[in-house]
Nanobody, 114 residues
Framework: QVQLVESGGGLVQPGGSLRLSCAAS????????MGWYRQAPGKERELVAT???????KYADSVKGRFTISRDAAKNTVYLQMSSLKPEDTAVYYC????????WGQGTQVTVSS
């Protein structure tokens, strides 16, 4: 089992910034991918960004140039730095860990509103 603990969500004004963190613990395999997905009300969950254990990254077109994903291997933690936030970024953000298994975090709410 792998446990994921997310933090850093909240309310921010348009144009503002937030940083999400996701700490993984438990039976972690060295070769893995961690990432962030989001789900807005009435919409399907979608990929935001992923990063592999070799630090290869992938971003949704809608967040390229605004969001940056990174990881601290020693802490088994992945971060999502979100800048220039827009109201359409409002969603519950979920952390995901994948190797030959997949695990999800509980989600953290991000609300972008004035």
């Amino acid at each position: 089992q792998v446990q994921l603990v997310e933090s850093g969500g909240g309310l921010v004004q348009p144009g503002g910034s937030l940083r999400l963190s996701c700490a993984a613990s438990g039976n972690i395999v060295s070769i893995n991918t961690m990432g962030w997905y989001r789900q807005a009300p009435g919409k399907e969950r979608e990929l935001v960004a992923t990063i592999t254990s070799l630090s290869y990254t992938k971003y949704a077109d809608s967040v390229k140039g605004r969001f940056t994903i990174s990881r601290d291997a020693a802490k088994n933690t992945v971060y999502l730095q979100m800048s220039s936030l827009k109201p359409e970024d409002t969603a519950v953000y979920y952390c995901k860990y994948s190797d030959y298994r997949s695990y999800w975090g509980q989600g953290t709410q991000v609300t972008v509103s004035s």
